[in-house]
Structure formats: structure tokens, C-alpha cells
């Protein structure tokens, strides 16, 4: 299996409060992913970084950003979490684009 | 919106051959057939993809006609581990994201 890590792996939080989620992989792999996974939507692509401090924009990026100052750590973070932010998100790397992808185990949030 | 159709579910029985069709009706010339399946609450993993000719690897093989209009995964001797729900989809050329539809459940009953 590719060496991908996701922490937390379960979190719940408050409405309105900060909430970061970090990946974390072992294989110098050029590009990450965010997804985030909800009932009836299938995985849908929130962003991704094709180098240090290079990310885009997915198709459901209001109310997240990223960062990535190291090629091994992709970090998702919700400013200000929402009731529609609770999903189960998954990140994934791939050696370049077009390339096939791993994923990682996810990280449940669930946000109140 | 994904752009690849499948079936909602499928059944097979353990130790027979699992064969998940799928039709790519919009597919262009460099985009490739990539398929994903995802077991209960784990991260999708993937299987195999192809351009055009028909590809093997040690979890499953892939057959795509020669319009490229439908393909067909095929697991030869599907365990109950198999269980899971697998996609299928376009990816390359100016799909630059993958693009996850609603899949096809696989049950491997006993």
C-alpha cells in the first residue's frame, strides 16, 4: 500500500470553530488531493497541489483552503466549520497528473 | 457530473468470474479508462486503466471495445473481499480530475 496517512481519523467539533486536517505521505509523490465523500455524491475533488505552495481549486472548494509548504504534508483546513461540512475526506497522491492515484484511510468529521 | 454509466448493483458468486460493464459514451481520444473500487469505509483503491488495448494485472482485467464506447472489468475468481463498489472512469486530456460517479455495488455472495 502507498504510504498515506491522514490525521485526526475521527473528529467532531462545534460549528463556528477551526478545524485542520493533515496528510501525510511517504512516497516524494508530486501531486495531492482532497475529497471529501457524502451519501449520494460519490467523491467530489475540493483541491490539489501539484508542488510546494501550488494547489488549484476542486469542485467544492467554498469554505476550505490548503496549504503545502512540504512535499510530504497536504493540509486541508475549514475556517469557520459548518453542519454541512460533516463528510468523511480523503486524500490522495499521484506520481503526476493522469497518473493513477492512492488514497488514504479518510478522516471522519462530524461537526455540530 | 460523472460522464461514465453502470449498473447500481450486481451480484456474483464466490469463485466465479465478476464481470462489471461500463459505458463511456462521451470518451475522447487521449482520455483513459481508469477503474477504482471502494470496500466499506476504506479510501478507493485502484485496479487497472487503458488506453485501448486490453490490460491484466494481478487484481483484474480490463477489456475495452474497440470504439472504446464500453468496458468491462473483469475479476476471474471473485472472493467475498471483492464486495465493494467499483467505478469506473474517464480520466486524462482535458479531464484532468477524476471524476467519481455512483459506481456499481459488487456483492460476492457465498
Known amino acids: 500500500d502507498a504510504g498515506i496517512t491522514q490525521s485526526p481519523r475521527h473528529k467532531v467539533t462545534e460549528t463556528g470553530t477551526p478545524v485542520t486536517l493533515r496528510c501525510h505521505q511517504t512516497?516524494?509523490?508530486?501531486?495531492m488531493y482532497w475529497y471529501r465523500q457524502d451519501p449520494g455524491h460519490g467523491l467530489r475533488l475540493i483541491h490539489y497541489?501539484?508542488?510546494?505552495?501550488?494547489?488549484d481549486k476542486g469542485e467544492v472548494s467554498d469554505g476550505y483552503s490548503v496549504s503545502r509548504s512540504k512535499t510530504e504534508d497536504f493540509l486541508l483546513t475549514l475556517e469557520s466549520a459548518t453542519s454541512s461540512q460533516t463528510s468523511v475526506y480523503f486524500c490522495?497522491?499521484?506520481?503526476?497528473?493522469?497518473?493513477?492515484?492512492?488514497f488514504g484511510p479518510g478522516t471522519r468529521l462530524t461537526v455540530l | 457530473d460523472a460522464k461514465t454509466t453502470q449498473p447500481p448493483s450486481m451480484d456474483c458468486a464466490e469463485g466465479r468470474a465478476a464481470n462489471l460493464p461500463c459505458n463511456h459514451s462521451?470518451?475522447?481520444?487521449?482520455?483513459?479508462v481508469y477503474w477504482y473500487r471502494q470496500i466499506h469505509s476504506q479510501g478507493p483503491q485502484y485496479i487497472i486503466h487503458?488506453?485501448?488495448n486490453n490490460e491484466t494485472n494481478e487484481m483484474a482485467s480490463l477489456i475495452i471495445t474497440e470504439d472504446r464506447k464500453s468496458s468491462t472489468l473483469i475479476l476471474p475468481h471473485a472472493t467475498l473481499r471483492d464486495t465493494a463498489v467499483y467505478y469506473c472512469?474517464?480520466?486524462?486530456?482535458?479531464?484532468?480530475?477524476?471524476?467519481f460517479g455512483t459506481g456499481t455495488l459488487l456483492a460476492v455472495q457465498p
Open positions: 490522495a497522491i499521484s506520481r503526476e497528473t493522469y497518473n493513477e492515484q492512492f
Open positions: 512516497e516524494n509523490h508530486r501531486y
Open positions: 497541489s501539484y508542488g510546494v505552495k501550488d494547489t
Open positions: 462521451t470518451i475522447s481520444g487521449n482520455e483513459y
Open positions: 487503458g488506453l485501448k
Open positions: 472512469i474517464d480520466y486524462g486530456g482535458a479531464t484532468n480530475k477524476l471524476i
